[in-house]
């Protein structure tokens, strides 16, 4: 849906003019949401959309959210203050693409109980997760992905599941694309008719239901999990943020541009002393001063012009050495350790030491989630036992009832036929 700068404007405005009016609320709004609602239009476009274009509505939501996040500490979250244990687990985590280029926020619905994890420090998780997706994204919507493969009617916490849609909801505008629901088993249908209830009509038809046979409609291909019939071997690891934006600027520096202009006369000199730092004369003419760059779609670029200002015909001298190879070998001897073995130590070591971490943790992983399933099969057991018994208790009281009944009707007809006798 567009949304009209001027219906922008017409809703910052209403928004200060509320605040103005009636006075910041207690707790006070956060200076950076404050600051969003100044700066960023894109922020405040989400709201209208979410509402229809409905401004009364988009303030009225804008303020709540403000209001939240100032009492729940939302811009205080970080990696340092959630729990360590929930953020190694695989219960929630970001994974791939949808179909529609969209980022997913995996659900991992067999790792979690309910009861068994502290509700206000997983409600803390998942707001940390959609903070970061927030400013990984820049805003842009999620795909929710449901992972219902091996669960069961423990592993349904209707609690969690109405938080995160109330998150959507309320405080999260405009922010999903899809709900994928991979291999929901049929026991859990009647559980999901009722969060089918707490969502809006207009997100019902986000939902998808998908298996391993369709997936692929839903879900980028190269995205698709092992344990989800594809071929990526993906094992979650907790990454910080920190980390995790310096390798997605080391590995994407296409979307960074550099334009260079024909080269400018060729007028002056290069310095004749090239060891010195502070040099007078200059190699290279670089303009502008300032790098800004610039945001179109999902795209940042910036444009630096580099002049040759180097004379024609100069000649540049490059200081180097020659030195014998002899001289850049490298050899390290531990002592007491002749040198085979020195060799062999250090040929087997770095594989063998990261390999087996690898393995050591693929083999935990694998028992937690055989751990996990043994004791949703067990409790499974116990209640279809349970169920058992109650069916036999009632059938057996029934033939009781019947017999007795049958019995009583017989000693009637017999009586009946001696009264005739007599």
Known sequence: MEVQTELITEFREKFFKKLVDEGPPDPKFHPVDIA??????????????HNENNVQE???MLWETCCWRSKFGTNEITEENVMKEYLNSELCFIHGKDRDGK??????????????????????????????????????????????????ILNMDMEFIKYLINLCKNYYPNFLNYIIIFEMPWILNTGFKIIKSWLPPKAIPKIKFVQKNNIHEFVEPNDILTCWGGSNEYVFKFVSEAQNNDATMNGKFDNKKVHFTEASPLTEQSPSN???????????????????????????????TLKNVISTGHNTNILYSEKPAEEHKLRCCDGGITSSESSKLHSTS????SGQIDILSRKITHLKDSHTKLYNDVAFLKYLSFFSMTVTIIMAILVIYILKIDIKNTMDQQACHIHHGI
């Open 350 to 353: 770095g594989i063998s030491e």
């Open 58 to 60: 988009a303030l009225n």
């Open 103 to 152: 980022t997913m926020f995996i659900i991992r619905c067999k790792l979690h109980t309910k009861g068994s994890k502290d509700f206000s420090q997983l409600q803390k998780l998942v707001v940390y997760w959609f903070e970061r997706l927030e400013r990984q994204t820049n805003g842009n919507q999620i795909s929710l992905f449901f992972d219902m493969s091996d669960t069961g």
């Open 274 to 304: 090239f060891g010195e730092q502070a040099i007078e004369e200059q190699l290279l003419s670089v303009e502008p001063d300032a790098l800004i760059f610039n945001k179109t779609g999902n795209e940042i670029s910036g444009t630096i």
């Open 36 to 49: 969003k609602i100044k700066d960023n239009n894109h922020w405040l476009q989400r709201f209208l959309e």
